[in-house]
């Protein structure tokens, strides 16, 4: 009896260890460690609302206050990590990173390690989002551009109706095309007999409207101007000063003049319509006459007789 026990506590114990083993492989799951330049992320950005803020790399260089790392650690030996990232860009080193490094997608073998990089930038105000999955667990986290410096400006102006008020909206972007807010744009409107200056700072969505009033038929200069940021190599170059044009018609003046150049084209068609009844009118008298002499010749030589015109 004795002999037999003794192997059966043993695949017994090696039973229990195995299930162990097991049991114990959630507690082995990989765990993330936030941090922007090295400072941990307070709150978990797991959620849209508590994205991570960073700055877009408007200097063309994604250094360590523009990006968030997500280092992954207890990450499974010869496992893979794989990030998905939307609206927000993925690196797995910053050494030389500039705006128009990274991708959308990583895929990180650990090999005989347990750990994995990750760095996420953006280049957008637009809330963006990483999804991680390690060791199977999927976890998303979220992350939020700040605008650049100004480095962009336009203006625009529909045609404005005489009498109306007229729009005049300057926009202003960083270097990514994202609306930047509190920037001064100064706008002029210049027209025959002078000019206008307003400066007003932009909105939230980076714009800045002007409504004129009491403006006369005519077409208006609209010179915007700011101050923007110094150029960036590689960046688009930033651009300070823009022309537009402003004009504004005379609805009114513009259907009279169309309802006589219609009235003109009108009376034209009556007029051919009225020659070609009398050319019709020519021509059925004509083939009259003709098929009148011809039955007459056809009687007389009926031997040359010659066809009537239908
Ligand atoms: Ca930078």
Do not use: C, H
Not at 149 to 170: Q, R
Not at 177 to 195: F, Y
Request: aromatic share 4%; glycine share 6%.
């Amino acid at each position: 009896m004795t002999s037999l026990k003794k192997p059966l506590i043993a695949i017994a114990t090696a039973v229990v260890l195995a299930a162990t083993a097991l049991v114990a492989a959630p507690a082995n799951a990989a765990s993330a460690a936030l941090t922007v330049n090295a400072v941990a992320v307070t709150t978990a950005p797991t959620t849209a609302a508590n994205a991570v803020a960073l700055p877009v790399p408007a200097d063309n260089s994604v250094d360590a206050t523009d990006a968030l790392k997500i280092a992954l650690t207890s990450v499974t030996a010869g496992s893979t990590v794989t990030a998905t990232a939307t609206d927000a860009v993925l690196l797995t080193s910053l050494t030389g990173a500039t705006a128009s490094s990274g991708s959308a997608t990583v895929s990180i073998a650990t090999g005989t390690g347990t750990t994995a990089d990750i760095f996420v930038f953006t280049k957008t105000t637009k809330t963006g989002s990483v999804v991680v999955v390690a060791d199977g667990v999927t976890t998303t986290y979220y992350v939020k551009g700040t605008a650049g410096a100004l480095n962009t400006i336009k203006v625009d102006a529909p045609t404005a109706a005489l009498g109306t008020t007229a729009k005049v909206t300057a926009t202003g972007t960083d270097v990514f095309g994202n609306a930047v807010s509190g920037s001064a744009i100064a706008l002029q409107v210049v027209s025959a007999t002078g000019t206008a200056t307003y400066t007003a700072n932009t909105d939230a969505s980076g714009t800045v409207v002007r409504e004129l009033t009491g403006l006369t038929v005519g077409s208006y200069d609209l010179l915007a101007t700011a101050t923007v940021a110094i150029a960036v190599t590689g960046l688009t170059a930033p651009t300070g000063f823009v022309r537009g044009t402003l004009k504004v018609v005379d609805l009114a003046a513009l259907v009279a003049t169309k309802d006589a150049e219609l009235a003109i084209a009108n009376a034209t068609i009556a007029d051919l319509t009225a020659k070609l009844a009398l050319a019709e009118a020519k021509a059925a008298g004509n083939k009259a006459k003709y098929n009148s002499l011809a039955k007459k010749w056809n009687v007389k030589f009926p031997k040359a007789k010659v066809a009537l015109l239908k």
